[in-house]
């Protein structure tokens, strides 16, 4: 029997924001919220400061940090880049496999299983389920991600996979020969189907969306749009994953909010379209989260692609194109909430309760409700991140995590 109550803070719930507010913690889960300083008997005092107190952020695509990589295939090198993300605030994550041989990615399911199965809060986030993401890629819109470990939807591999029990986000290209079949397969699983690294018409996006279909990765990144699919089609000039998403109200989608990948006008733009309800800020991170500039390998670290950490983003070795990011979910809520017209609440949700709602997780996470896991931020005036509970314990923050104090 542990009790924590976090006091002296402005809560942050989905709708609204708690002046003076207070969250009791009880044994893993929230026992209570709401406005005061009242502590029960016995319990551990966590004193926000004035600052906010937050849902824990929950990343649904994530490739790594602090030097890890999740395709790195070992329990070392996930709890390494859960630890990472932990003290960035997230206390819930979707391990996100790239291309790579069969053997990698089976090798990276299993590391996580076990991280999974024995989690403590001393690892940080806690394994949600993993995002099943490469390899089933299109040709021509591979982005930094190896092109030998590219292939077509083969459904006797992804029945392995699948197997595992733990996939519960699920991508592929829509216009690939199988994806209708493997969209099939993964909403029976009932994962959230995703498009992703495609070139899809709106026509082969339709049909997806006929067997589960509902998520586009990270917009505007290695997708369709009208001009990609004129060289593709050529005229008449055709929609794509850009139209399908903006016109179907329950299309949901994903944005890199590191300031790198696009625009303040495309993450306003975005949000205006979707709402928070539809849009889950990610960080597609790579290893180089906390890491010194220079030279690292995406993907598994013997034989994923070289690119460069440039200090706010990775870039490809010519530096001619976007290598995924390299900062945690702290940072993209600040950067999206200076980009957009969006509430404090909003932003927040779209880094906690919009991902747990699109993976089927809102009843136990995503949220500073009564009977939910106790995953907990307090975050200063800035939204730097103070205190991370997963769990109601107190992760210490890094000193990286407390520069800068707000
Ligand atoms: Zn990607
Ligand atoms: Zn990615």
């Given at each position: 029997m542990s009790t924590v109550v976090v006091i002296n803070g402005t809560v942050i719930l989905p709708d609204r924001?708690?002046?003076?507010?207070?969250?009791?913690?009880?044994?893993?889960?929230?026992?209570?919220?709401?406005?005061?300083?009242?502590?029960?008997?016995?319990?551990?005092?966590v004193d926000a400061q004035g600052g906010y107190i937050s849902p824990g952020f929950i990343d649904v695509h994530v490739h790594g940090g602090d030097g890890a990589d999740f395709m790195d295939g070992t329990a070392d090198a996930v709890r390494?880049?859960?630890?990472?993300?932990?003290?960035?605030?997230?206390?819930?994550?979707?391990?996100?496999?790239?291309?790579?041989?069969?053997?990698?990615?089976?090798?990276?399911?299993?590391?996580?299983?076990?991280?999974?199965?024995?989690?403590?809060?001393?690892?940080?986030?806690?394994?949600?389920?993993?995002?099943?993401?490469?390899?089933?890629?299109?040709?021509?819109?591979?982005?930094?991600?190896?092109?030998?470990?590219r292939r077509e939807p083969d459904a006797e591999e992804y029945r392995t996979h699948f197997a595992t029990g733990l996939i519960r986000i699920a991508?592929?290209?829509?216009?690939?020969?199988?994806?209708?079949?493997?969209y099939r397969f993964?909403?029976?699983?009932?994962?959230?189907?995703?498009?992703?690294?495609?070139?899809?018409?709106?026509?082969?996006?339709?049909?997806?969306?006929?067997?589960?279909?509902?998520?586009?990765?990270?917009?505007?990144?290695?997708?369709s749009s009208v001009s990609s699919l004129r060289e593709r089609c050529g005229?008449?000039?055709?929609?794509?994953?850009?139209?399908?998403?903006?016109?179907?109200?329950?299309?949901?989608?994903?944005?890199?909010?590191?300031?790198?990948h696009l625009s303040p006008e495309l993450l306003r733009f975005a949000y205006q379209m979707k709402g928070a309800s539809r849009l889950c800020l990610v960080t597609d991170s790579s290893r180089a989260v906390d890491m010194p500039e220079g030279m690292y390998r995406f993907g598994n670290?013997?034989?994923?692609?070289?690119?460069?950490?440039?200090?706010?983003?990775?870039?490809?070795?010519?530096?001619?194109?976007?290598?995924?990011?390299?900062?945690?979910?702290?940072?993209?809520?600040?950067?999206?909430?200076?980009a957009t017209k969006a509430s404090l609440p909003e932003v927040i949700r779209m880094a906690s309760l919009t991902p747990a709602e699109r993976t089927g997780m809102a009843d136990d996470v995503g949220s500073l409700e009564v009977g939910k896991r106790a995953d907990v931020l307090v975050l200063s005036k800035r939204l730097q991140v103070r205190r991370v509970l997963i769990g109601g314990e107190c992760i210490v923050p890094s000193p990286a995590a407390s520069v800068g104090e707000g």
């Open positions: 924001l708690l002046e003076n507010g207070r969250v009791v913690l009880r044994d893993g889960r929230i026992d209570a919220v709401g406005k005061g300083t009242a502590t029960p008997r016995g319990a551990t005092v390494t880049a859960c630890r990472c993300h932990a003290r960035h605030g997230t206390t819930t994550i979707f391990p996100t496999s790239t291309t790579g041989s069969r053997e990698q990615i089976a090798a990276m399911l299993s590391a996580c299983a076990e991280v999974k199965s024995s989690h403590t809060a001393a690892d940080g986030a806690r394994i949600a389920g993993v995002h099943f993401y490469g390899p089933y890629f299109a040709p021509d819109k591979l982005g930094c991600h190896s092109a030998a470990g991508t592929c290209a829509a216009e690939l020969p199988g994806a209708v079949e493997f993964a909403r029976k699983q009932k994962c959230l189907v995703t498009c992703g690294h495609s070139n899809a018409t709106w026509t082969e996006m339709a049909a997806g969306y006929r067997v589960g279909l509902r998520h586009v990765d990270h917009f505007w990144c290695v997708m005229t008449p000039m055709q929609a794509g994953m850009e139209q399908f998403v903006l016109a179907l109200p329950d299309m949901s989608t994903e944005v890199i909010a590191d300031g790198c670290r013997d034989d994923g692609p070289l690119f460069i950490n440039a200090g706010d983003v990775g870039r490809t070795l010519d530096e001619t194109n976007l290598a995924s990011s390299v900062k945690g979910l702290d940072h993209m809520v600040r950067t999206m909430l200076a």
